[in-house]
Protein backbone atom coordinates (compact mmCIF):
# COMPACT_ATOMS: atom_id res chain seq x y z
CA UNK A 1 0.00 0.00 0.00
CA UNK A 2 1.53 3.52 -0.53
CA UNK A 3 2.28 5.59 1.71
CA UNK A 4 0.62 8.77 1.40
CA UNK A 5 3.04 11.60 1.31
CA UNK A 6 2.27 13.65 3.97
CA UNK A 7 2.55 11.19 5.97
CA UNK A 8 5.73 10.10 4.83
CA UNK A 9 7.39 13.66 5.18
CA UNK A 10 6.45 13.96 8.70
CA UNK A 11 8.22 10.64 9.55
CA UNK A 12 11.21 11.97 7.28
CA UNK A 13 10.75 15.43 9.61
CA UNK A 14 11.06 13.27 12.74
CA UNK A 15 13.81 11.16 11.95
CA UNK A 16 16.03 14.83 10.54
CA UNK A 17 14.95 16.16 14.32
CA UNK A 18 16.64 12.98 16.05
CA UNK A 19 19.43 12.74 13.52
CA UNK A 20 23.22 13.21 14.24
CA UNK A 21 24.59 11.25 11.26
CA UNK A 22 26.95 14.23 10.79
CA UNK A 23 28.69 17.47 13.25
CA UNK A 24 25.93 19.49 12.16
CA UNK A 25 23.30 18.10 13.98
CA UNK A 26 25.62 17.38 16.96
CA UNK A 27 25.67 21.32 17.76
CA UNK A 28 23.20 23.72 18.81
CA UNK A 29 20.88 23.75 15.45
CA UNK A 30 17.70 23.21 14.80
CA UNK A 31 16.47 20.89 11.99
CA UNK A 32 14.93 22.54 9.11
CA UNK A 33 13.57 19.52 7.16
CA UNK A 34 11.82 21.63 4.67
CA UNK A 35 8.37 22.76 4.40
CA UNK A 36 5.15 23.11 1.32
CA UNK A 37 2.90 21.18 -0.79
CA UNK A 38 3.53 16.94 -0.01
CA UNK A 39 1.64 16.92 -3.24
CA UNK A 40 3.82 19.65 -5.23
CA UNK A 41 4.88 19.12 -8.54
CA UNK A 42 7.70 21.18 -8.03
CA UNK A 43 10.12 20.70 -5.28
CA UNK A 44 12.76 23.77 -4.76
CA UNK A 45 16.17 22.05 -3.19
CA UNK A 46 18.48 24.40 -1.87
CA UNK A 47 22.25 24.97 -0.01
CA UNK A 48 21.33 25.25 3.81
CA UNK A 49 19.68 26.78 6.37
CA UNK A 50 20.73 30.01 7.69
CA UNK A 51 20.78 32.18 10.93
CA UNK A 52 16.72 32.90 10.38
CA UNK A 53 16.19 29.52 8.86
CA UNK A 54 17.51 27.94 11.86
CA UNK A 55 15.60 30.11 14.49
CA UNK A 56 12.72 29.40 12.44
CA UNK A 57 12.81 25.87 11.77
CA UNK A 58 11.47 26.37 8.27
CA UNK A 59 13.56 27.17 4.90
CA UNK A 60 14.16 30.16 3.13
CA UNK A 61 12.54 32.71 5.90
CA UNK A 62 15.44 35.28 5.87
CA UNK A 63 16.48 38.21 2.98
CA UNK A 64 16.61 35.35 0.20
CA UNK A 65 13.58 33.81 1.57
CA UNK A 66 11.63 36.94 0.61
CA UNK A 67 13.36 37.12 -2.52
CA UNK A 68 12.39 33.49 -3.42
CA UNK A 69 8.70 34.38 -2.65
CA UNK A 70 8.76 37.30 -4.81
CA UNK A 71 10.37 34.95 -7.88
CA UNK A 72 7.62 32.24 -6.70
CA UNK A 73 5.30 34.91 -7.50
CA UNK A 74 7.00 35.64 -11.07
CA UNK A 75 6.26 32.23 -11.89
CA UNK A 76 2.68 32.42 -10.87
CA UNK A 77 3.26 30.06 -7.53
CA UNK A 78 3.09 30.32 -3.63
CA UNK A 79 4.01 28.21 -1.15
CA UNK A 80 1.40 26.56 -0.90
CA UNK A 81 1.63 25.25 -4.36
CA UNK A 82 5.35 23.82 -4.31
CA UNK A 83 8.08 21.93 -1.57
CA UNK A 84 11.06 23.93 -0.13
CA UNK A 85 13.91 22.16 1.18
CA UNK A 86 17.72 22.00 1.01
CA UNK A 87 20.78 19.25 0.36
CA UNK A 88 21.63 20.00 4.23
CA UNK A 89 19.28 19.77 6.70
CA UNK A 90 21.08 21.50 10.05
CA UNK A 91 22.62 25.10 9.78
CA UNK A 92 26.62 25.34 9.10
CA UNK A 93 28.21 26.94 11.98
CA UNK A 94 29.21 30.67 10.79
CA UNK A 95 27.08 29.96 7.66
CA UNK A 96 29.99 28.12 6.33
CA UNK A 97 29.57 25.77 3.05
CA UNK A 98 28.37 22.65 3.57
CA UNK A 99 31.33 20.21 3.74
CA UNK A 100 31.51 16.60 1.14
CA UNK A 101 31.03 14.30 4.70
CA UNK A 102 27.71 16.41 5.55
CA UNK A 103 26.58 16.34 1.96
CA UNK A 104 27.02 12.51 1.81
CA UNK A 105 25.87 11.80 5.30
CA UNK A 106 22.17 13.98 4.73
CA UNK A 107 21.65 12.68 1.12
CA UNK A 108 19.14 9.75 2.29
CA UNK A 109 16.71 12.57 3.49
CA UNK A 110 16.56 14.25 0.30
CA UNK A 111 16.22 11.02 -1.46
CA UNK A 112 13.54 10.02 0.71
CA UNK A 113 11.30 13.52 0.45
CA UNK A 114 11.66 13.05 -3.39
CA UNK A 115 10.30 9.71 -3.26
CA UNK A 116 7.68 10.46 -0.95
CA UNK A 117 6.88 13.92 -2.78
CA UNK A 118 7.05 12.84 -6.73
CA UNK A 119 7.92 15.88 -8.13
CA UNK A 120 7.60 16.12 -12.07
CA UNK A 121 10.22 19.14 -11.40
CA UNK A 122 13.23 19.96 -9.02
CA UNK A 123 14.29 23.50 -9.14
CA UNK A 124 18.29 23.33 -8.00
CA UNK A 125 19.18 26.99 -6.15
CA UNK A 126 22.99 26.89 -6.61
CA UNK A 127 25.88 24.77 -7.36
CA UNK A 128 25.64 22.19 -4.17
CA UNK A 129 22.18 21.27 -5.13
CA UNK A 130 22.45 20.97 -8.79
CA UNK A 131 25.76 18.74 -7.96
CA UNK A 132 23.27 16.17 -6.34
CA UNK A 133 22.66 15.73 -9.20
CA UNK A 134 24.92 16.76 -11.96
CA UNK A 135 27.98 16.50 -9.99
CA UNK A 136 30.44 17.69 -13.25
CA UNK A 137 28.44 20.90 -14.23
CA UNK A 138 31.52 23.40 -13.57
CA UNK A 139 29.73 26.49 -14.27
CA UNK A 140 26.07 27.95 -13.32
CA UNK A 141 25.98 30.67 -16.52
CA UNK A 142 26.02 27.69 -19.03
CA UNK A 143 23.41 25.20 -17.39
CA UNK A 144 20.81 27.91 -15.46
CA UNK A 145 17.22 27.83 -16.74
CA UNK A 146 17.67 24.85 -18.77
CA UNK A 147 15.62 21.30 -18.48
CA UNK A 148 17.94 18.52 -17.85
CA UNK A 149 15.80 15.14 -17.19
CA UNK A 150 16.89 12.13 -15.60
CA UNK A 151 16.60 8.82 -16.45
CA UNK A 152 14.39 8.70 -13.12
CA UNK A 153 12.19 10.49 -14.83
CA UNK A 154 12.39 13.74 -13.77
CA UNK A 155 13.28 17.57 -14.71
CA UNK A 156 15.87 19.17 -13.09
CA UNK A 157 16.00 23.01 -13.95
CA UNK A 158 18.90 24.93 -12.66
CA UNK A 159 19.25 28.19 -10.84
CA UNK A 160 20.75 30.59 -9.12
CA UNK A 161 20.72 30.68 -5.43
CA UNK A 162 18.30 33.60 -4.38
CA UNK A 163 21.13 34.64 -1.92
CA UNK A 164 23.28 35.64 -4.65
CA UNK A 165 21.34 38.04 -6.02
CA UNK A 166 20.94 39.65 -2.70
CA UNK A 167 25.14 40.22 -3.29
CA UNK A 168 25.01 40.69 -6.68
CA UNK A 169 22.12 42.51 -8.03
CA UNK A 170 22.50 41.69 -12.01
CA UNK A 171 21.43 38.47 -11.05
CA UNK A 172 18.17 39.62 -9.87
CA UNK A 173 17.29 39.88 -13.51
CA UNK A 174 18.51 36.34 -14.71
CA UNK A 175 16.51 34.62 -11.62
CA UNK A 176 13.18 36.53 -12.38
CA UNK A 177 14.16 35.09 -16.45
CA UNK A 178 14.68 31.90 -15.28
CA UNK A 179 11.55 31.84 -12.65
CA UNK A 180 9.34 33.16 -15.65
CA UNK A 181 10.05 29.85 -17.48
CA UNK A 182 9.09 27.38 -14.61
CA UNK A 183 5.47 26.98 -15.73
CA UNK A 184 6.61 26.21 -19.58
CA UNK A 185 9.08 23.48 -17.87
CA UNK A 186 6.47 22.22 -15.84
CA UNK A 187 3.94 21.62 -18.49
CA UNK A 188 6.45 20.13 -20.64
CA UNK A 189 7.50 18.16 -17.96
CA UNK A 190 3.83 17.04 -17.06
CA UNK A 191 3.00 16.17 -20.94
CA UNK A 192 5.78 13.93 -22.15
CA UNK A 193 7.95 11.54 -19.96
CA UNK A 194 11.43 12.83 -19.46
CA UNK A 195 13.99 11.80 -21.73
CA UNK A 196 17.31 10.61 -20.08
CA UNK A 197 20.20 13.08 -21.01
CA UNK A 198 22.85 11.45 -22.20
CA UNK A 199 26.51 12.69 -22.29
CA UNK A 200 26.37 14.07 -26.00
CA UNK A 201 23.10 16.33 -24.98
CA UNK A 202 24.40 17.63 -22.17
CA UNK A 203 27.28 18.76 -23.71
CA UNK A 204 26.56 22.31 -22.97
CA UNK A 205 27.99 25.35 -24.21
CA UNK A 206 31.31 26.36 -22.36
CA UNK A 207 30.86 23.20 -20.00
CA UNK A 208 34.68 21.79 -20.16
CA UNK A 209 33.29 18.67 -18.59
CA UNK A 210 29.61 17.01 -19.56
CA UNK A 211 27.33 16.92 -16.75
CA UNK A 212 27.28 13.24 -15.86
CA UNK A 213 24.15 12.32 -14.35
CA UNK A 214 23.96 10.94 -11.42
CA UNK A 215 20.83 8.18 -10.60
CA UNK A 216 18.89 9.29 -7.94
CA UNK A 217 17.58 5.88 -6.92
S1 LIG B 1 22.65 17.80 8.42
FE1 LIG B 1 21.51 15.96 7.78
S2 LIG B 1 22.88 14.22 8.22
FE2 LIG B 1 23.67 16.00 9.33
S3 LIG B 1 22.74 15.78 11.36
FE3 LIG B 1 21.40 17.13 10.15
S4 LIG B 1 19.86 15.78 9.28
FE4 LIG B 1 21.56 14.49 10.00
Known amino acids: MEVDPGTALREIDSQIARCKRCKLGMGGAHPVPGSGNPHASIMFVGEAPGFY ?4 GLPFVGPAGKLLDGLLEVAGLSR ?23 LEACDDF ?21 SKFFPNVRAMRDVHGRALP ?24 VLEQDFRALPMILARAQSQPATPVTVAQAALPGVETPPEQMSLF
Not at 80 to 96: E, S
Not at 113 to 128: D, M, S, W, Y
Not at 158 to 171: D, F, G, T
Open 110 to 130: LRAQIAAIKPQVIVTLGRFSL
Open 53 to 56: EDQA
Open 150 to 173: TSDGLTICAMYHPAAALHQNSLRA
Open 80 to 102: KDVFITNVVKHRPPANRDPEPDE
